[in-house]
């Protein structure tokens, strides 16, 4: 097996299951109440803005009431000491990644911690709630704020950047992601293409695990903090 020197993380809602923050494909198959299928669309957004955007602000509150898990401090570890390419590449729109310290990062679709103006196209850092039609920081016009999340038939961010480092990667780990939802589900395809070893941590067999190297089935709490050990070893 070739040196490992790059290292691409997927990761997705299983990662913050253990701080409480729900995932998208739970049990009930909702996310909070909603398939996420009909909250996370811009039909939603535009049928039902009232019922979106206090989802949203509702969702965007929440984060001030969970922390990170040993998972997301165990990668901001590994993003802190580890010498060669590190990218952890989220689906995730909460912010416990960062919380936890991590740095070479990035949200592909979207952050709840920001705002996207229809009417500019400006994207700003927001705590607050949208539902009362705030202005935007950019350009100043009102009501045209919505919370800055990729919903479905949207392009997700930084598509460029994160097939080139799936192209230069030595290791793709795949970590709480269920595999239904793609480009991200593709990415150890890409991964496995270009040469890369592929590594899954999840609580269950993903929909992808067979393109999968390797396979660990258990909490992100308990394997990714031993995984970290196992690769700064
Ligand atoms: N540790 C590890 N994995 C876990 C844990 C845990 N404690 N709890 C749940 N999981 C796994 C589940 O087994 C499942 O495979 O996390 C995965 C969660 O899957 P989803 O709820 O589908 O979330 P995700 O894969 O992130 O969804 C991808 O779909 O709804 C869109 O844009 C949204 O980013 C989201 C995308």
């Known amino acids: 097996?070739?040196?490992?020197?790059?290292?691409?993380?997927?990761?997705?809602?299983?990662?913050?299951?253990?701080?409480?923050?729900?995932?998208?494909?739970?049990?009930?198959?909702l996310w909070e109440g909603h398939r996420v299928e009909d909250i996370c669309t811009p039909q939603a957004l535009a049928r039902d803005p009232v019922l979106v955007q206090t989802f949203y602000d509702a969702r965007r509150a929440a984060l001030a009431t969970v922390e990170p898990n040993a998972a997301h401090r165990a990668l901001a570890k590994l993003?802190?000491?580890?010498?060669?390419?590190?990218?952890?590449?989220?689906?995730?729109?909460?912010?416990?990644?960062?919380?936890?310290?991590?740095?070479?990062?990035?949200?592909m679709h979207g952050e709840l911690k920001s705002a996207l103006c229809r009417r500019c196209g400006g994207r700003s850092a927001w705590e607050a709630t949208l539902i009362d039609g705030p202005t935007c920081p950019e350009c100043a016009s009102s009501g045209g704020l919505r919370p800055d999340i990729v919903f479905f038939g949207e392009m997700p961010y930084q598509m460029e950047r994160i097939e080139t480092a799936l192209e230069d990667a030595d290791l793709f780990v795949s970590i709480g992601t269920s595999g239904a939802v793609y480009p991200a589900a593709g990415f150890v395809q890409t991964a496995r293409h270009y040469g890369a070893r592929t590594l899954e941590l999840n609580l269950d067999p993903s929909a992808g695990s067979h393109f999968f190297h390797e396979t660990r089935i258990g909490p992100a709490g308990e394997l990714v903090p031993a995984w970290v050990a196992e690769i700064l070893s």
């Open 79 to 107: 993003d802190a000491e580890w010498p060669g390419e590190l990218l952890i590449v989220t689906q995730n729109v909460d912010d416990l990644h960062e919380r936890a310290g991590a740095s070479r990062m990035l949200h």
């Open 1 to 29: 097996m070739r040196e490992i020197e790059n290292i691409v993380i997927l990761t997705g809602a299983g990662i913050s299951a253990e701080s409480g923050l729900a995932t998208f494909r739970g049990p009930d198959g």
